[in-house]
């Protein structure tokens, strides 16, 4: 997990609220990203940031939001619009994506399930 | 569609066996192919990455095989652990893509004694 944090490891909401899932990484990346994984189905991309103040949305942003003032985070808030967000959370980073060939260094999760 | 498929699904195996993992993909313009290892409940963890010249990466008891021409690659595990179970997840880029990744299923290995 060398290096990025994710809290909590697993969280509970009701219906209806707004949660918001931390990740730090202190392995100084430029590039910050966010999955979700469900059972049978490979990782999903949510959000993506390459840089401080600037974020886009991945191929499932419906229903989430993300923030990054500081290079270190990459907050996500699932809102009560995602209409099904009980599942696992991944976040990760990598060196500056330009160069492709960069590893992806995952956290360790956050399960999140809607009661 | 990009698409990354995996073979088998799950795989059960005795404790200092060989094993290989499959990998087919779609994904193009290809830049690179990567392994990673994810325990239960944990985040995955990098085995191997080949670009397109590479055919062949071994980290340890891990080998991975790249064929591009027929967009196919193996994870071939040697003298297996019980610390092998885990689910092993093929995650191939496309280049010009920036760092997108399109994510296989994973295959989900069990080593017993």
């Known amino acids: 997990d060398g290096g990025i944090t994710q809290s909590p490891k697993y969280l509970f909401r009701k219906e209806g609220q707004n949660v918001t899932l931390s990740c730090e990484q202190n392995?100084?990346?430029?590039?910050m990203y966010w999955y979700r994984q469900d059972p049978g189905q490979g990782l999903r991309l949510i959000y993506y940031?390459?840089?401080?103040?600037?974020?886009q949305k991945g191929d499932i942003a419906e229903g989430y939001s993300v923030s990054r003032e500081k290079k270190e985070s990459f907050p996500l808030t699932v809102t009560s619009a995602q209409k099904n967000p009980t599942a696992f959370y991944l976040c990760?980073?990598?060196?500056?994506?330009?160069?492709?060939?960069?590893?992806?260094?995952f956290g360790p999760g956050t399960r999140l399930t809607v009661l | 569609k990009n698409q990354v498929e995996q073979s088998p699904q799950s795989l059960i195996i005795l404790e200092g066996k060989n094993c290989t993992l499959q990998?087919?993909?779609?994904?193009?313009?290809?830049?690179?192919l990567r392994w990673y290892k994810q325990d239960t409940g944990r985040g995955p963890v990098s085995l191997t990455i080949?670009?397109?010249?590479?055919n062949t990466k071994s980290n340890g008891r891990y080998t991975a095989t790249l064929d591009a021409d027929t967009k196919q690659s193996s994870l071939h595990i040697t003298a297996s652990q019980l610390s092998d179970s885990a689910s092993y997840i093929c995650?191939?880029?496309?280049?010009?893509?920036?760092?997108?990744?399109?994510f296989g299923t994973g295959t989900q290995l069990k080593v017993e004694l």
């Open positions: 990760a980073s990598s060196p500056r994506e330009a160069r492709g060939t960069d590893t992806q260094y």
């Open positions: 392995l100084n990346h430029d590039a």
């Open positions: 940031s390459q840089i401080v103040n600037d974020f």
């Open positions: 990998c087919n993909y779609t994904v193009s313009p290809f830049s690179n």
């Open positions: 080949m670009t397109f010249s590479e």
């Open positions: 995650v191939v880029s496309e280049r010009g893509g920036g760092n997108k990744l399109t």
